[in-house]
């Protein structure tokens, strides 16, 4: 099968925010709505790419990463603000996305918990 070829179910940012991820009773109204709402009226055959922050572990896309870690047909990818050096990982050309400094700034700028989980995709 050819990637998107019968579809594809976008979902972005399926939890808004820290502020949301710290209700237990939110992130599981979220989980049923992407499953009563969203993955049952997918195409069969359609992919499903989703994209957000994990604000909590226990998010739908966490749940979704721990349902089918060892399925193949399942990848989940996680890029981080700033690799393992402490550069930038958005560095594009034209003067688009952000440099190292602003980064860096962030990182001192916010507490802990809201970096890793915003930037370096670490709930």
Same mark, same amino acid.
């Given at each position: 099968?050819?990637?998107?070829?019968?579809?594809?179910?976008?979902?972005?940012?399926?939890?808004?925010?820290? &502020?949301?991820?710290?209700? !237990?009773?939110?992130?599981?109204?979220?989980?049923?709505?992407?499953?009563?709402?969203?993955?049952? +009226?997918?195409?069969?055959?359609?992919?499903?790419?989703?994209?957000?922050?994990? $604000?909590?572990?226990?998010?739908?896309?966490? +749940?979704?990463?721990? @349902?089918? +870690?060892?399925?193949?047909?399942? +990848?989940?990818?996680?890029? !981080?603000?700033?690799? &393992?050096?402490? &550069?930038?990982?958005?560095?594009?050309?034209?003067?688009?996305?952000?440099?190292? &400094?602003?980064? @860096?700034?962030?990182?001192?700028?916010?507490?802990?918990?809201? $970096?890793?989980?915003?930037?370096?995709?670490? !709930?």
């Amino acid at each position: 099968m050819l990637w998107g070829t019968d579809g594809v179910l976008y979902c972005d940012d399926l939890i808004e925010d820290l &502020e949301e991820s710290l209700n !237990p009773v939110h992130l599981q109204k979220k989980y049923d709505a992407y499953l009563n709402q969203l993955k049952d +009226r997918k195409k069969l055959g359609a992919v499903e790419l989703m994209v957000g922050t994990r $604000w909590n572990v226990a998010d739908p896309l966490g +749940r979704i990463e721990e @349902q089918y +870690r060892d399925n193949p047909r399942y +990848r989940f990818t996680v890029i !981080p603000a700033l690799n &393992e050096a402490g &550069e930038n990982n958005f560095d594009y050309k034209y003067d688009l996305g952000f440099d190292t &400094e602003y980064y @860096q700034d962030m990182k001192e700028s916010i507490d802990d918990a809201t $970096w890793m989980a915003k930037y370096m995709g670490n !709930p």
